[in-house]
């Protein structure tokens, strides 16, 4: 069935849930679910409301109403229709473990969503690319070629009507404008529980510390390295006895799990960004 998602901040106001109900409740629409959000601290107020699709009004009439009620009460909004999948590009470097197992999910339907094409840095994934029929573009780097590497990224980004970039352990900084140019659009994942062990080699670092719980964090990207806002975490329990190999291993299946729930929830247009933090609505909603 085919359903349209909105998700909705603004301040903390009375009437809101009744208001905007009411405001679909005219036009016809049923309501499938309604998840809401009040931060008190903040004043804030958030919802993800998902109606079911009927196609009697033609979604621009129903954006441009909709824009007009919104600007009354002051609401930030984003639509997404649950029949238009998301177009979501891979940043891979040499690791494979990440971008195969969201290649994996995809091919079997636990990813809703199209990845019409691969970019490295590095030529190593060329096969794996191969074996899922993506297409593979090898755009190497040096701190010479950098901008020019980044606008050929971007270029492609804008052929392929890209809406998501995933930085499936691309173990490259992007610049600030492009961060900025695409914010809210990229996901990288940090092999460590931030906001600990940042930057390079977490695992070494979490070993020399001692830590007897290493993680992975999904966040997307801004012009800070490793502060954009925190998606999804995990950790698990490691023994003294474990190398800084053995936590590169084990550090491995959380990565991949962490980044694919937070791959989930933004095609699902589950995620709302506010300043530094995400408001994560429930799966299955």
């Not at 969201?102 to 074996?131: F, T, V, W, Y």
Request: proline share 4%; net charge negative.
């Amino acid at each position: 069935m085919s359903a349209i998602v909105f998700l909705i901040q603004c301040k903390d106001q009375k009437g809101l849930l009744a208001g905007i109900s009411s405001f679909f409740a005219e036009r016809g629409f049923n309501i499938l679910h309604c998840q809401q959000y009040t931060d008190v601290e903040q004043g804030q107020y958030f919802m993800r409301l998902k109606l079911e699709d009927h196609g009697d009004m033609p979604r621009a009439t129903l954006e441009q109403e909709f824009a007009a009620f919104a600007s009354q009460l002051k609401l930030v909004w984003s639509v997404r229709y649950t029949n238009v999948p998301y177009r979501v590009a891979l940043l891979v470097t040499k690791a494979s473990h990440c971008p195969y197992d969201l290649l994996l999910r995809e091919l079997e339907g636990e990813l809703k969503c199209d990845i019409p094409l691969i970019i490295g840095n590095h030529a190593d994934l060329e096969s794996m690319a191969k074996q899922f029929n993506k297409p593979f573009y090898h755009l190497p780097i040096t701190p010479e070629t950098k901008q020019a590497q980044e606008q050929q990224i971007k270029n492609l980004l804008a052929e392929y009507q890209i809406d998501l970039v995933v930085m499936a352990r691309y173990m490259q900084i992007l610049s600030e404008q492009f961060v900025e140019e695409f914010r809210g659009r990229v996901i990288n994942i940090h092999h460590g529980f931030l906001p600990a062990f940042q930057g390079a080699k977490p695992y070494h670092q979490a070993y020399e510390r001692g830590v007897k719980l290493i993680g992975a964090t999904a966040h997307y990207a801004t012009a800070e390295l490793d502060e954009g806002p925190i998606i999804e975490q995990d950790v698990e329990r490691v023994m003294h006895d474990n190398s800084p190999e053995d936590l590169v291993m084990i550090g491995k299946d959380i990565e991949r799990l962490v980044l694919a729930r937070a791959v989930k929830a933004h095609i699902e247009h589950r995620i709302i960004i506010s300043g530094r933090r995400t408001i994560v609505f429930s799966e299955g909603a």
